[in-house]
């Protein structure tokens, strides 16, 4: 943890560090720039109008790609749109769009905050900006400010008392606490890979953390001085139709996809929550209803079984084993108050699953019903389910077709309605929820962005690449996405008849690293996706859907590191480890050739595992090798610390290193 005390504060300007002086931290304002040195004006942050424009709906405390505003009798959508850099303000009752306001980036999520200012983060830009509504709804809101934190900002969420803005940086592995009324930061810490959504307990003591991979949860204390970080473990085990058929021997099984949490909504002491609203218009009303879930978080995600990667397999990246997929659906359910899963086990369904939610990519909850809502890339759907059994998942209830790539939801449960942003076809989904699942309303709304020609193959590529059920892909139902969760790294080390195989990161790391895999046997990128969906057991793609696919996996961009804010008192850190980088003594530049780049050549890694039938393997890109831990082929390595103590002679020279210089090399390593 990091206390962020006015003279520790990092600096946020995009400026060389040198000229950040002694003022290290600042916030961008449309009128100027306040350094963190000295008091913010009035304005700051702040609102310009306090009381106008459209306030939040519902006192919703968590980011969305679709957040809820409301102003009269009328209800409008913000959607952030990654694509056109832009939040789109949606009329819901008139189903049009009324206001477009141009973004200082490309936007992940966004908040309503109390004052009904709203919160964007912007991933590219490592940035939050905060607008302001106009009295006019069909007016573009007014940029406050932007303020810098750390690689990739993502998640957004507020504390029950509004005071506190909280925002986790995905490829930075930090959460941010920020004063709401000023933006300025208290403090952040240090949390595990890829955390995305965030929520705060009904007391504002705890924040919850969803992680994309590693199968866990962070537990973040936000009161006192200390502020701990704790991991609750959400790796479960299989069972074979019978609960009690599985011993504490069983393998765990990792998870992947968190990218999405929810929450209970509290009851009453005595536990009721009265009759239950109709799922159906017209229905009549239930008898009062067994008391909703109190003080649990739902976690969607997918379990996983990559096989051992100390043997060979007879097939593929895992094998399904006793009847469970080697992928499966989950929604963990975590006990706020005892931080601890009471979901334990996943059960067989099936060798093969079909039209599951193996993309979760967003929650939220429904006071009135208890349910929770998931939307699912991958079969384009929002499903609900029931929060009252031990997985979620196995509850559903209903579900709707919506187009392609919902990455957002919000309830409008005072109307009865889910509104649902799909990302890769730029619509907005309104859903009656009071229709029946035979015919469901659902009114579709299409943004104003007309994408380039470029960007309509990239955005076709992208659809394909979140597919599942597609036989060309796999024979398994599972998607490129699957293992490139955002075009990242699933963490894991996967069995295969080569022996063990790590999935490697793809976004933003390609260009010039052919040729591809792991024992470079590919020199172009189209036959080594031919290849990989032939080793998934899928039967191929050609011409145009092809080449849509291998221009978005060769296009994806990764985590923007420019602008990123730098803390001043490592540059001359960050400078030996440059210099020690390209050192002829050390060796790291001659197989990473350019700065992190790749020899396109074979090597001898010191294979040890008895399972791998190649003893020579091709030099992978340094790229963002902070955030794709573990390390090597086989995932020997969990640490960049371990890979420089170990690798002595098989790999540059770093033993006769003094600590310093290890840790100014380790240093630079992390910002390539």
């Given amino acids: 943890m990091k206390k962020l005390a006015r003279s520790g504060l990092i600096c946020l300007l995009p400026v060389a560090a040198a000229a950040c002086g002694g003022a290290p931290n600042a916030v961008q304002h449309g009128s100027g720039t306040v350094a963190g040195g000295g008091a913010a004006p009035a304005v700051s942050c702040e609102r310009r109008h306090p009381g106008v424009g459209a306030a939040r709906v519902d006192a919703a405390r968590q980011g969305s790609s679709v957040a809820l505003a409301h102003l009269g009798d009328s209800t409008f959508a913000y959607v952030a749109d990654e694509d056109s850099h832009a939040l789109h303000t949606i009329d819901v009752e008139r189903g049009t769009e009324v206001a477009t306001t141009h973004l200082a980036g490309s936007p992940a999520l966004a908040l309503v905050m109390a004052d009904g200012r709203v919160a964007v983060t912007l991933r590219d830009k490592n940035k939050i900006e905060v607008l302001e509504p106009a009295a006019q709804a069909s007016a573009p809101l007014e940029s406050r400010c932007t303020v810098g934190v750390a690689v990739e900002p993502f998640g957004l969420a507020m504390t029950p008392d509004d005071k506190r803005l909280l925002v986790t940086s995905a490829f930075g592995r930090k959460l941010t606490v920020l004063d709401a ?39 973040v204390d936000l009161v006192g001085d200390k502020h701990d970080v704790r991991e609750i473990d959400l790796r479960v085990k299989k069972v074979l139709g019978n609960p009690t058929r599985f011993s504490d021997t069983d393998k765990l099984r990792s998870g992947c996809q968190g990218f999405a949490l929810a929450k209970s909504i509290d009851v009453d002491d005595s536990g009721s929550v009265g009759p239950e609203r109709p799922l159906v218009k017209g229905q009549a009303p239930k008898q009062p209803a067994p008391a909703k879930p109190k003080g649990r978080v739902f976690a969607p995600m997918v379990t996983v079984d990559p096989g051992d990667a100390l043997t060979r397999s007879n097939q593929y990246y895992g094998e399904v084993r006793d009847g469970v997929p080697k992928e499966a659906p989950l929604v963990q359910v975590i006990d706020a108050d005892a931080e601890r899963p009471m979901n334990k086990a996943v059960m067989s369904l099936g ?58 939801v919000a309830i409008d449960d005072a109307h009865g309605r889910a509104v649902v942003w799909s990302q890769f076809d730029a619509q907005l989904s309104v859903i009656d929820l009071h229709s029946s699942a035979e015919k469901p309303s659902v009114k579709l709304v299409a943004v104003k962005y007309t994408p380039t020609s470029e960007a309509a193959e990239l955005a076709a590529g992208r659809k394909l690449f979140h597919t599942v059920d597609d036989s060309r892909i796999s024979s398994d139902g599972t998607a490129c996405a699957s293992c490139h969760p955002d075009g990242r790294e699933d963490a894991l080390t996967w069995s295969t008849p080569d022996g063990p195989r790590q999935t490697i990161m793809l976004a933003g790391r390609l260009a010039a690293t052919a040729p591809y895999g792991w024992i470079g046997k590919h020199d172009t990128l189209p036959t080594y996706v031919t290849n990989t969906f032939t080793r998934l057991g899928g039967t191929g793609m050609t011409g145009a859907e092809l080449d849509a696919l291998v221009a978005y996996v060769g296009k994806m961009p990764g985590p923007v590191m420019e602008g990123a804010p730098v803390d001043s008192s490592k540059v001359a850190q960050l400078a030996r480890g440059k210099e020690l980088f390209f050192d002829q003594a050390e060796g790291c530049a001659s197989c990473h050739v350019g700065g992190g780049g790749v020899d396109s050549a ?71």
């Fill in 181 to 219: 009324a000023s933006m300025r930061p208290s403090f952040d810490v240090q949390v595990g890979r890829e955390p995305r959504a965030v929520l705060v307990d009904d007391r504002g003591e705890r924040a919850f953390v969803a992680h994309v991979v590693g199968g866990k949860m962070s537990v």
């Fill in 351 to 408: 060798t093969r699953l079909s039209k599951e939610c193996l993309l979760p990519r967003s929650a939220t909850a429904r006071p009135s019903t208890g349910t929770l809502f998931v939307t699912c890339l991958g079969i384009d759907s929002v499903v609900e389910l029931d929060t009252r059994g031990a997985d979620p998942a196995r509850l559903e209830r209903r579900r709707w077709s919506v187009p392609a790539g919902p990455t957002g």
């Fill in 602 to 672: 074979h090597h001898d890694v010191g294979s040890n595992t008895g399972a791998d039938v190649a003893k020579e393997f091709d030099t992978p890109s340094l790229r963002f090798i902070s955030g794709t831990a573990p390390y090597f082929h086989d995932g020997r390595y969990k640490t960049l610390d371990e890979v420089l103590a170990a690798t002595d002679n098989q790999m540059g020279h770093t033993l006769h290193l003094s600590q310093r210089d290890g840790l100014a090399l380790k240093a630079y390593l992390e910002t390539l």
